[in-house]
């Protein structure tokens, strides 16, 4: 059951999903389901590192868009900056 949980988390990229089973302890019957399950976990591992290189990449862009937009928007000025 762990094992196509994990499957089907994967594929999806159900970061919420992963979580779950990680936290859920394992209980193994042969030495091919802790094999397989070591596998899975080595995968969900690269998965949440490249979701986490992706979400910094975009923020880092959305940053610089905010640094860009506020450098070409008008300065207002207000009327204590005014001079008569």
């Given at each position: 059951?762990?094992?196509?949980?994990?499957?089907?988390?994967?594929?999806?990229?159900?970061?919420?999903?992963?979580?779950?089973?990680?936290?859920?302890?394992?209980?193994?019957?042969t030495l091919e389901e802790m094999q397989s399950a070591q596998y899975l976990l080595a995968e969900a591992a690269k998965l949440l590192r490249r979701l986490q290189n992706e979400t910094s990449t975009t923020m880092k862009k959305i940053k610089q868009n905010i640094d860009f937009l506020s450098a070409t928007q008008d300065k207002s000025t207000s009327k204590l900056d005014k001079r008569f």
């Open positions: 059951m762990w094992h196509k949980e994990m499957q089907i988390a994967l594929v999806e990229k159900d970061t919420d999903k992963l979580a779950e089973l990680i936290q859920r302890p394992l209980e193994f019957e």
